[in-house]
C-alpha cells in the first residue's frame, strides 16, 4: 500500500514538472519574437508578472520608452516606462496599464479580456501575401514614420478594405487608380524592412491609431484642394489621419 501511494505522488510530481517545464518554454521568448503568446490578466499594476507583462514590456522597449529586461516582472523600471509611455500619449501618468493603454499600445488581446471578450484577435482572412503587400504599401508611404505613423497606415489601408466605399481586398485597395503616391511612382516595389512587416501585422491584429479614418495626407507635400475638407481626426508624425 506504501508503495503504491509512493508511485502515485512520484507520478503527480513529474505531471507537474512536465506541466511547469511547458509554460516555461511557452513564455522563453527574445525580445524581437513579434507574435509571441501571451495570458492576458487584465490591468497590470506593480508587482504583477507573467506573460502579458513581457508584451508590455516588449512594445515599450521596441518604442524606446524602456531599456530593462524584458523579463515578465512589473517591477520599478517598468511602472516608469508606462508612465512616461502614458505622458508621451496624453494619457493619465499612473503607471497602471489599463484599457487606454492597452489601446495606445495595439494590445487588442488585452482590451478584449477588459471588455469581456475573449475572441480571436485580428482578421483570418488575410493572406501571407496581403501582409507582404500591406507592409510594401507602408514601407514605400511611411518608412520615415515612428512605429505607430507605420501602424495608422496600415489601418487606413485595411479600413478602406472594410468600407464599401472602397474595394474589398488589400491589393484592390492599394492599386485603386491615384489612391497612393508610393504606386504611382514605383516606391511600392521597394522590399520593405522588418519594422514594416511587423507594423502591418499590428495593423491586421486591430490596431488602429487613426480611430477609422480613411485618408491620411502630408500637408507640407499635398496638393488636392478636396483632402483638406477632409474632417481631421488626429495627426501622426508627418500624416494627419481624416474621415
Not at 191 to 197: E, K, N, S, V
Request: glycine share 10%; net charge positive; charged share 15%.
Amino acid at each position: 500500500m506504501k508503495k503504491a501511494l509512493r508511485i502515485g505522488v512520484a507520478s503527480l510530481a513529474l505531471a507537474a514538472v512536465c506541466t511547469t517545464g511547458a509554460i516555461f518554454d511557452l513564455e522563453r521568448t527574445s525580445d524581437n519574437d513579434f507574435a509571441a503568446p501571451y495570458v492576458q490578466t487584465a490591468v497590470l499594476k506593480q508587482g504583477a508578472t507573467g506573460g502579458e507583462v513581457k508584451e508590455l514590456q516588449r512594445r515599450l522597449k521596441m518604442w524606446g520608452y524602456y531599456s530593462g529586461s524584458v523579463d515578465g516582472i512589473y517591477g520599478p523600471a517598468t511602472v516608469e516606462a508606462v508612465k512616461y509611455f502614458q505622458r508621451k500619449n496624453g494619457l493619465t501618468p499612473d503607471g497602471i496599464a489599463g484599457r487606454a493603454t492597452y489601446v495606445a499600445l495595439g494590445m487588442n488581446d488585452s482590451v478584449k479580456v477588459l471588455d469581456g471578450n475573449k475572441g480571436q484577435s485580428g482578421n483570418s482572412s488575410y493572406t501571407n501575401s496581403d501582409l507582404y503587400l500591406l507592409a510594401k504599401c507602408i514601407y514605400a508611404e511611411a518608412r520615415g514614420e515612428s512605429y505607430t505613423g507605420q501602424v495608422a497606415v496600415g489601418a487606413v489601408v485595411l479600413n478602406r478594405v472594410a468600407s464599401s466605399q472602397f474595394p474589398n481586398t488589400v491589393s484592390g485597395v492599394i492599386y485603386q487608380r491615384h489612391a497612393f503616391t508610393a504606386v504611382s511612382d514605383g516606391q511600392i516595389n521597394l522590399t520593405p524592412d522588418q519594422t514594416a512587416m511587423n507594423a502591418a501585422q499590428d495593423a491586421m491584429n486591430g490596431w488602429d491609431p487613426t480611430y477609422g479614418c480613411l485618408y491620411y495626407y502630408n500637408p507640407a507635400v499635398a496638393t488636392s484642394s478636396w483632402i483638406f475638407s477632409r474632417k481631421t481626426v488626429t495627426t501622426i508624425g508627418k500624416h494627419i489621419f481624416a474621415i
